[in-house]
């Protein structure tokens, strides 16, 4: 019976060898027939073929277009600009600066310092700066209750932004004094409010600040623009028509600092107790002198960025659907949840 | 000895098999799976396979996209992509101090969108050179039209609604260009969108207008006085109504942001344009879009129209007190 059993098994087993042998000569004779696969090909197998050569064809095109430009500095030798960004929550907020990384995604070498009006921070400009692909660094600083403005205060009342700028400066100090060079590093700091808007000329201008550069400014003031009057190539006065005996009186969008004057400065900040008006010059007057400013913009004659405002949105029907319980969906983010109590 | 021949066996059995086994997972992914000819990303699908392959082919687009968009952010614009829709962006513009900032920023914006046709129509009756250089210089695929409102349509009396809304004539006179410049026929896929000057875009909003077929619909923010306005997308993903304040019971309540129509459309329906006169506030949008589509056939974009990629921001009118009637600055300066 055991040896039945066993002769059984053999041939079982020498029908499986021998199946499984021509199974693998079969497969082996497919891989040579590799130029019979239109069967197996289907639309979709098509498109990812067609896609992938896309893909390859536009980055040679980058590659080359690249190569053909104007040789320059390489990007990482260029000074950097870190912009600091002061915001707050409110209707407008994502929209204004979703539409001020696109501008600053544009500009090679640029370091956003943004720092948010907030006990913490906000997922909403969390979130914001991590898609945006901008290089950033993000922090927060509240303003103290009695410096705030309040609803229904006209916007010159307080002065806005000095606590998150100073924070920036703090940061970027300490963030720079644990980096190779010490004071002498390369670099240009750049005040960037959240609704002005910024050709990317300016940001060219200012690379090359030594100490202070300046440049006319558009829509301030109560003037098309106001300007530093520059003769032989120095800054003799100020064009403005709003109190011109003021130190600087420019605007925060006018100026840039040379990172390593900031360094060399380390107590040079924003007063926020200063008069209306004089927030630019209760920072630069310890910096600079009228005469050593860098006039730019082709010796400030055209205007390369712009004071605009963002009106607020009229939110008569929202608040009308509120009374209602009928408001529109908050979980929609647009403003943050902060925001909605003093709204 | 029978336990070792055993073992040889099976080592001869399985050998075989484990070889043939990886050649097969080597070659294509075998024609057995899905044929489904949908492109929709939705989630639904038959078998688990079918959906990882119809995501791998969406995710192979996007790829593109963002390859394109975080490699070449020095190079402007990204360059032409033969697969990419053209989106025609249609811009009517009119002079005031803040037009040169907002076409700027506007620029900004749309130098990252590939494939992507400027029509900037300016409300003048001569092309400006502050907007013909500012196009020259910004290096956007473009194209410069400009036409004038006529300021004297009172004569007629029309008192219900004395003036044409804003914009009207310019975008009739984009529609009309593209109609003569592209054949119904042999015409490459494109899509059509309204973007006025001072409203703010997310870059976001441009790949979801993409592939609209017929014409396609999402929220925008700060528009009839609320937080935002939304089409109302029911469980099957079509859209039945408005979520509006305002008239909720116009054709198409929505706003001029709110919708992008596919460029065959436009060019298949040479008659549709935006009514120029008797049309009451707020109803501009149905009276280009009742023309082209019904409410069914609205597909709605941003996750079933629950994300907002657009604001209808309006930006301040600048003070210029200080200016006074002489005009304090030098006027050569173009701001």
């Given at each position: 019976?055991?040896?039945?059993?066993?002769?059984?098994?053999?041939?079982?087993?020498?029908?499986?060898?021998?199946?499984?042998?021509?199974?693998?000569?079969?497969?082996?004779?497919?891989?040579?027939?590799?130029?019979?696969?239109?069967?197996?090909?289907?639309?979709?197998?098509?498109?990812?073929?067609?896609?992938?050569?896309?893909?390859?064809?536009?980055?040679?095109?980058?590659?080359?277009?690249?190569?053909?430009?104007?040789?320059?500095?390489?990007?990482?030798?260029?000074?950097?600009?870190?912009?600091?960004?002061?915001?707050?929550?409110?209707?407008?907020?994502?929209?204004?600066?979703?539409?001020?990384?696109?501008?600053?995604?544009?500009?090679?070498?640029?370091?956003?310092?943004?720092?948010?009006?907030?006990?913490?921070?906000?997922?909403?400009?969390?979130?914001?700066?991590?898609?945006?692909?901008?290089?950033?660094?993000?922090?927060?600083?509240?303003?103290?209750?009695?410096?705030?403005?309040?609803?229904?205060?006209?916007?010159?009342?307080?002065?806005?932004?000095?606590?998150?700028?100073?924070?920036?400066?703090?940061?970027?100090?300490?963030?720079?004094?644990?980096?190779?060079?010490?004071?002498?590093?390369?670099?240009?700091?750049?005040?960037?409010?959240?609704?002005?808007t910024y050709s990317l000329q300016i940001f060219e201008e200012m690379r090359s600040t030594q100490r202070v550069s300046v440049w006319p400014v558009g829509l301030v003031g109560g003037m098309k623009y106001e300007r530093p009057v520059v003769e032989g190539?120095?800054?003799?006065?100020?064009?403005?028509?709003?109190?011109?005996?003021?130190?600087?009186?420019?605007?925060?969008?006018?100026?840039?600092?040379?990172?390593?004057?900031?360094?060399?400065?380390?107590?040079?900040?924003?007063?926020?107790?200063?008069?209306?008006?004089?927030?630019?010059?209760?920072?630069?007057?310890?910096?600079?002198?009228?005469?050593?400013?860098?006039?730019?913009?082709?010796?400030?004659?055209?205007?390369?960025?712009?004071?605009?405002?963002?009106?607020?949105?009229?939110?008569?029907?929202?608040?009308?659907?509120?009374?209602?319980?009928?408001?529109?969906?908050?979980?929609?983010?647009?403003?943050?949840?902060?925001?909605?109590?003093?709204? | 000895?029978?336990?070792?021949?055993?073992?040889?066996?099976?080592?001869?059995?399985?050998?075989?098999?484990?070889?043939?086994?990886?050649?097969?997972?080597?070659?294509?992914?075998?024609?057995?799976?899905?044929?489904?000819?949908?492109?929709?990303?939705?989630?639904?699908?038959?078998?688990?396979?079918?959906?990882?392959?119809?995501?791998?082919?969406?995710?192979?687009?996007?790829?593109?996209?963002?390859?394109?968009?975080?490699?070449?952010?020095?190079?402007?614009?990204?360059?032409?992509?033969?697969?990419?829709?053209?989106?025609?962006?249609?811009?009517?513009?009119?002079?005031?101090?803040?037009?040169?900032?907002?076409?700027?920023?506007?620029?900004?914006?749309?130098?990252?969108?590939?494939?992507?046709?400027?029509?900037?129509?300016?409300?003048?009756?001569?092309?400006?050179?502050?907007?013909?250089?500012?196009?020259?210089?910004?290096?956007?695929?473009?194209?410069?039209?400009?036409?004038?409102?006529?300021?004297?349509?009172?004569?007629?009396?029309?008192?219900?609604?004395?003036?044409?809304?804003?914009?009207?004539?310019?975008?009739?006179?984009?529609?009309?260009?593209?109609?003569?410049?592209?054949?119904?026929?042999?015409?490459?896929?494109?899509?059509?969108?309204?973007?006025?000057?001072?409203?703010?875009?997310?870059?976001?909003?441009?790949?979801?207008?993409?592939?609209?077929?017929?014409?396609?619909?999402?929220?925008?923010?700060?528009?009839?006085?609320?937080?935002?306005?939304?089409?109302?997308?029911?469980?099957?993903?079509?859209?039945?109504?408005?979520?509006?304040?305002?008239?909720?019971?116009?054709?198409?309540?929505?706003?001029?942001?709110?919708?992008?129509?596919?460029?065959?459309?436009?060019?298949?329906?040479?008659?549709?344009?935006?009514?120029?006169?008797?049309?009451?506030?707020?109803?501009?949008?149905?009276?280009?879009?009742?023309?082209?589509?019904?409410?069914?056939?609205?597909?709605?974009?941003?996750?079933?129209?629950?994300?907002?990629?657009?604001?209808?921001?309006?930006?301040?009118?600048?003070?210029?007190?200080?200016?006074?009637?002489?005009?304090?600055?030098?006027?050569?300066?173009?701001?």
């Amino acid at each position: 019976m055991a040896t039945r059993m066993k002769l059984k098994l053999k041939t079982v087993f020498v029908l499986y060898f021998m199946v499984s042998l021509l199974g693998l000569i079969y497969a082996l004779m497919q891989l040579g027939q590799r130029c019979d696969c239109t069967e197996h090909d289907i639309p979709k197998d098509r498109t990812i073929s067609r896609l992938r050569g896309e893909l390859h064809r536009l980055q040679e095109q980058i590659r080359k277009s690249e190569a053909t430009k104007q040789p320059q500095k390489p990007p990482d030798r260029q000074p950097t600009v870190f912009v600091i960004t002061p915001t707050y929550a409110r209707l407008v907020q994502k929209a204004e600066l979703t539409r001020l990384s696109q501008t600053f995604l544009h500009v090679p070498q640029l370091h956003w310092i943004v720092v948010e009006d907030s006990p913490h921070k906000t997922p909403l400009v969390t979130d914001l700066l991590v898609k945006s692909g901008v290089t950033y660094t993000h922090l927060h600083m509240p303003t103290a209750k009695d410096r705030k403005l309040q609803e229904g205060d006209p916007s010159w009342l307080k002065p806005r932004g000095v606590e998150q700028r100073n924070e920036g400066l703090r940061w970027l100090r300490e963030d720079r004094r644990a980096q190779p060079g010490g004071d002498n590093q390369q670099g240009v700091v750049y005040f960037a409010d959240d609704d002005n808007t910024y050709s990317l000329q300016i940001f060219e201008e200012m690379r090359s600040t030594q100490r202070v550069s300046v440049w006319p400014v558009g829509l301030v003031g109560g003037m098309k623009y106001e300007r530093p009057v520059v003769e032989g190539g120095k800054v003799v006065r100020f064009h403005t028509g709003w109190r011109p005996s003021r130190p600087f009186p420019m605007d925060m969008a006018g100026f840039a600092v040379s990172l390593k004057l900031v360094l060399s400065n380390p107590e040079a900040c924003f007063d926020g107790e200063a008069p209306m008006g004089f927030l630019e010059s209760s920072f630069l007057q310890g910096l600079v002198t009228m005469d050593e400013l860098e006039p730019k913009a082709d010796n400030c004659s055209k205007v390369l960025v712009w004071h605009t405002r963002t009106e607020k949105p009229k939110m008569k029907r929202e608040e009308a659907l509120h009374a209602q319980g009928l408001g529109s969906d908050p979980a929609v983010e647009l403003v943050d949840f902060i925001q909605q109590r003093s709204g | 000895m029978p336990k070792r021949r055993d073992i040889v066996a099976i080592v001869l059995i399985v050998l075989p098999w484990t070889l043939l086994i990886t050649v097969w997972h080597q070659s294509t992914i075998t024609p057995l799976l899905a044929s489904q000819k949908d492109d929709r990303r939705d989630g639904r699908s038959n078998s688990r396979n079918t959906f990882a392959f119809k995501e791998s082919c969406s995710l192979q687009n996007r790829d593109i996209v963002e390859v394109v968009r975080t490699e070449y952010v020095y190079s402007r614009p990204p360059p032409w992509s033969d697969i990419l829709s053209t989106i025609h962006v249609i811009t009517p513009t009119y002079s005031r101090p803040v037009q040169k900032a907002e076409l700027t920023r506007l620029a900004n914006t749309l130098l990252h969108v590939p494939n992507l046709h400027w029509i900037l129509v300016e409300d003048s009756q001569r092309r400006t050179t502050l907007v013909t250089h500012l196009l020259r210089d910004m290096g956007l695929n473009y194209t410069h039209l400009n036409v004038e409102t006529p300021r004297n349509y009172k004569i007629r009396g029309d008192t219900r609604d004395p003036r044409i809304p804003r914009g009207t004539i310019q975008r009739n006179l984009a529609l009309r260009w593209l109609r003569e410049t592209y054949n119904v026929n042999s015409s490459q896929p494109g899509i059509v969108y309204f973007a006025d000057d001072d409203n703010t875009y997310s870059l976001e909003l441009f790949e979801e207008m993409r592939s609209t077929k017929k014409v396609s619909v999402w929220p925008v923010a700060f528009v009839g006085g609320l937080r935002y306005e939304s089409p109302k997308v029911n469980t099957l993903g079509k859209v039945y109504g408005w979520k509006t304040v305002f008239d909720p019971h116009r054709p198409f309540a929505i706003d001029m942001a709110g919708f992008a129509v596919n460029l065959r459309l436009i060019l298949s329906k040479p008659q549709a344009y935006f009514k120029l006169r008797g049309v009451k506030g707020g109803y501009q949008e149905s009276s280009l879009l009742k023309e082209l589509v019904t409410l069914g056939d609205l597909e709605p974009k941003a996750a079933n129209c629950t994300k907002v990629l657009v604001w209808h921001t309006r930006t301040e009118k600048p003070v210029l007190v200080n200016e006074g009637k002489k005009g304090f600055t030098d006027s050569n300066v173009e701001i």
